[in-house]
């Protein structure tokens, strides 16, 4: 994308507003976004590691000027939970790290940490996004290793220390064993049977092959035992549940092919299959391992319930308030929360009355008031008062654990058209079975020494494995494309949902726009106070302001000596500045604190812009014009998903005027403003009765529900937490354009998906009547099967090498295409 | 062909120690993070390494 124009923070890649502050690098000056992002950014180039920015793949997050306070984490009670003591005195932590996304990100952090007091090893694992981590606590503390995190842009939360690897990391290093101990010992078996072989057809001496075969057997069963274990615990349950699962031929024909061998080489006669058994193992595990490596590659960490719970709450015991991190808290124990603080658990109110944003859980932005007795759920907000609650469900029992694990669910589930192969592979297996049987009482018949191997041969050719991996393969390649070019996907069903999609539904606030509201205008109203003056107030107060528009303020520096500082969510703020009284927000909020407000009737909001007042308590001091521009490549997106099929249409809530300014200048296509959340809702549900399927684009805010029920959604990085969670894709990027490749990426692999199950399909059918007629020796068989199985993976791989038809709209001339 | 009855044990002998190795190299997590020391050798220099970063900077 357009990365190189200068209007993008070099930090974290967000679009700067005017007087950005600027950071040094290797000479040439590069504008940041934020006190944020310039601190990190210094942090990062004076410790001599700016070549971070060179080879890393995605801009990071923004980074938080304010620091916090981690000291909780130092409590002994603490140190206990997160931390592992060694006999020498140090301490060992692992830490589950955001925003952490290439290796570059992960060399940055490894360095930065090493080179200071106090750590003595340290590695931050990429995949897993973990830094396990020893230090010596009389050198340095838990709260300044993530303090130190901290400041480098990343935010990272101690794990409970457990020992020993993740389960990812487990899953990992046991397939890798597996497929290593089939990989040596189909080696050393395959030079035996060539020998056994050759021997076959120029004779050799009955005790050397003996001894061959013996060797094989020796070799073999490890592989049998240990690789393809497997096989044989997946086709045991499928069969206790009564299922035909994929692994039962598998787990037969290797079964059978060892146990067969076995008895010859006992008797001394008849012919071994160890080679077959060997190598059909081996090719299947190296499938599944590019497989598994693919989705651990493209997994989201969806780790919601922690990063919504706060890092500390107020524990009451007795007289006595200590803060405590939530893991320590028992049901049964009183907890203070104070305003702005998020709920650590499932609770009761004991005392106070407040306002509670459950965004969360319901979607609506709007606050519930709650009082004495009424519940609280872990991780929604607690906005204006100071409460008592009672705990009564913490950790896994709490609802945002149960949320997170429908969350998880949803993640693991499976596209429509796998569940298709996988029913179609269940009466595949039983008819392969029946096959095989029938050949085996002909054979019986016909020719009985022939009888084993057609049987083997058959049931080994016909594995239905290349079909079991066509789609999770190629659904693999496809997400993790998406995820180097920006775009994560939550669930795999998604993509399959995107390809098909036919209308795209986009918000206009922050989706088309950029959502970094712009100061456009001052209009000083009072000739008593200069426009920088009011700048400055207005900074001041709007640095306690969590409302959007408060951000066309952050670059400006604020007047001095404010205090007394409450807001009014949505509304506006109220400050003290040097004794002064002043407000600044939304018109009514601001006329309401007037004794005389002034004659405002040249003042009133124009079409594109919010305006924000500020007042003190006699008049209105200036008006802010706030303007959002369009995001840079808004138009071309659209365009492009014009010509991909999928019609564009604006749903926005904001005033008509502005919608249709937006509209006009994407190029008059289709708008509604003034759309609440039900009326996008009923939109996006009208248009799926009348047979179409709906792309939801949105910042998530105000639209969760909607994203929700759109066939798929996507969210707009730098929405919110929620967003992120309920969407099914999530742009990190700045740009919407990663939008029409995601819809290009997912097309393709539905081809691909067709492809690997036409492929799948026709080699079964070609392969199945040799071998039934007894054409095809077993290792023929297996090496047939093996590379269909290869050839499938391989071609699920294409998703991630060939470059997708750069996004200019104008179809491109055939032979050009691949160019890039 | 004799020899072979010595050769082929020696192998299998070799073939345990490399699984051997195997094991011990992957379960010690050599094989956690393919990705981090490529990095490296790109984003490593020469030059002496950075200053210590002093114990209270004022950022």
């Known amino acids: 994308m357009d990365a190189s124009v200068a209007s993008v923070c070099f930090h974290c890649g967000n679009p700067l507003a005017d007087g950005a502050l600027k950071v040094w690098v290797a000479g040439i000056e590069r504008p940041v976004c934020c006190a944020g992002c310039e601190a990190a950014a210094g942090l990062i180039l004076g410790q001599g590691l700016g070549r971070f920015y060179e080879f890393r793949r995605q801009p990071l997050s923004v980074a938080h000027a304010t620091p916090r306070n981690w000291s909780i984490y ?316 009672r705990v009564s469900r913490v950790g896994q029992d709490s609802t945002l654990a149960a949320v997170s694990r429908l969350l998880e669910r949803a993640a693991a589930s499976r596209p429509h058209i796998a569940e298709v192969a996988d029913r179609v592979a269940a009466w595949f297996v039983g008819a392969v079975l029946l096959l095989a049987a029938g050949v085996g009482l002909y054979w019986l018949h016909a020719d009985a020494a022939r009888a084993f191997p057609t049987v083997l041969a058959v049931l080994v050719v016909t594995c239905p494995c290349a079909l079991s991996l066509a789609t999770p393969a190629a659904l693999a390649a496809a997400t993790t494309r998406l995820a180097r070019s920006g775009l994560l996907v939550s669930r795999g069903e998604a993509l399959e949902q995107l390809a098909r999609a036919d209308r795209a539904l986009f918000d206009k606030t922050g989706t088309l726009t950029r959502g970094n509201p712009q100061l ?103 008006v802010f014009r706030i303007t959002d521009t369009l995001r840079a490549d808004a138009q071309a997106t659209l365009r492009q998903l014009q010509t991909l099929g999928l019609a564009p249409q604006i749903v926005s809530g904001d005033r008509p005027a502005a919608v249709a300014a937006i509209a006009h200048e994407l190029g008059d296509i289709a708008a509604s403003a003034q759309m609440t959340a039900s009326a996008k809702l009923a939109r996006v549900q009208g248009l799926q009765q009348s047979g179409r399927r709906v792309l939801m684009v949105g910042d998530g805010v105000n639209d969760a529900p909607v994203l929700a029920a759109a066939d798929v959604s996507v969210a707009v990085a730098g929405g919110t937490d929620l967003a992120k969670v309920s969407a099914d894709i999530v742009l990190l990027g700045e740009g919407l354009n990663a939008l029409v490749g995601g819809v290009e990426t997912s097309r393709r692999m539905l081809q691909i998906i067709r492809q690997n199950l036409a492929w799948a399909l026709l080699y079964n059918a070609a392969a199945v009547p040799l071998a039934a007629a007894g054409w095809l020796e077993p290792w023929m068989a297996a090496l047939g099967m093996s590379l269909s199985s290869l050839r499938v993976v391989l071609n699920a791989l294409r998703l991630l090498k060939v470059d997708v038809r750069p996004a200019s709209a104008a179809p491109v001339q055939a032979g050009t295409v691949l160019r890039a | 062909m004799s020899i072979i009855y010595l050769l082929i044990p020696l192998g299998l002998v070799l073939l345990a120690l490399s699984i051997w190795a195997f094991f011990w190299a992957v379960r010690s997590g050599q094989f956690d993070d393919l990705e981090s020391p490529g990095m490296q050798i790109l984003l490593d220099d020469d030059r002496a390494p950075p200053p210590r970063a002093p114990e209270s900077r004022d950022v």
Not at chain 1, 573 to 598: F, H, K, M, Q, T
Request: with cysteine.
């Open chain 1, 74 to 389: 130092d409590r002994e009670a603490a140190q206990r939970r997160y931390t592992h003591e060694h006999a020498d005195g140090e301490r060992e932590v692992s830490l589950q790290i955001e925003d952490l996304h290439c290796a570059a990100c992960a060399w940055l952090i490894e360095n930065s940490l090493r080179h200071g007091p106090g750590i003595t090893q340290i590695h931050v694992n990429p995949i897993s996004a973990r830094a396990e981590l020893r230090f010596q606590p009389r050198r340095i503390a838990l709260s300044q290793i993530l303090g130190r995190v901290h400041a480098l842009g990343f935010s990272a939360r101690p794990l409970s220390f457990a020992g020993g690897p993740s389960a990812f990391t487990a899953e990992r290093r046991t397939a890798l064993l597996r497929l290593a101990v089939a990989g040596f010992g189909m080696m050393q078996v395959m030079t035996y049977a060539v020998s056994l072989y050759m021997g076959a057809l120029s004779g050799i001496q009955p005790s050397l092959e003996h001894f061959l075969r013996f060797v094989s057997l020796l070799v073999a069963t490890p592989v049998v035992l240990y690789s393809a274990q497997p096989f044989f615990a997946s086709a045991w349950s499928s069969l206790r549940a009564a299922r035909l699962g994929m692994d039962v031929p598998v787990a037969l024909s290797i079964g059978a092919a060892y146990l067969w061998s076995v008895c010859c080489t006992v008797r001394g006669r008849g012919t071994v299959y160890f080679d077959s058994a060997v190598m059909f193992t081996f090719f299947l595990l190296l499938g599944r391992y590019i497989e598994m490596s693919l989705r651990h590659r493209s997994g989201l960490q969806h780790d919601a319930l922690a990063r919504l719970l706060p890092d500390s709450v107020l524990r009451l015991q007795g007289e006595r308030a200590e803060r405590v991190t939530p893991d320590e808290l028992r049901a049964g124990e009183r907890v203070r929360l104070l305003p702005g603080e998020r709920v650590p658990a499932d609770g009761v109110i004991v005392s106070g009355r407040t306002e509670v944003d459950e965004s969360l859980l319901t979607g609506e932005s709007a606050a519930r008031v709650r009082s004495q007795d009424d519940d609280l759920i872990a991780g929604t907000v607690n906005l204006t008062g100071v409460i008592e609650m």
């Open chain 1, 520 to 622: 456009a205008e001052v209009k000083v109203c009072d000739p008593g106070i200069s426009s920088t003056r009011c700048l400055a107030l207005a900074a001041a107060l709007e640095s306690h302001s969590e409302h959007p528009l408060a951000r066309a303020f952050a670059h400006l520096t604020p007047a001095a000596g404010l205090s007394g500082a409450h807001g009014e969510p949505g509304r506006g703020v109220e400050a003290c500045v040097d004794g002064v009284r002043y407000r600044i927000g939304r018109r009514d909020y601001v006329l309401e604190g007037c004794a005389s407000p002034a004659p405002l009737a040249d003042l009133a909001a124009d079409d594109t812009a919010s305006s924000v007042l500020l007042g003190d308590s006699s008049r209105v001091l200036a």
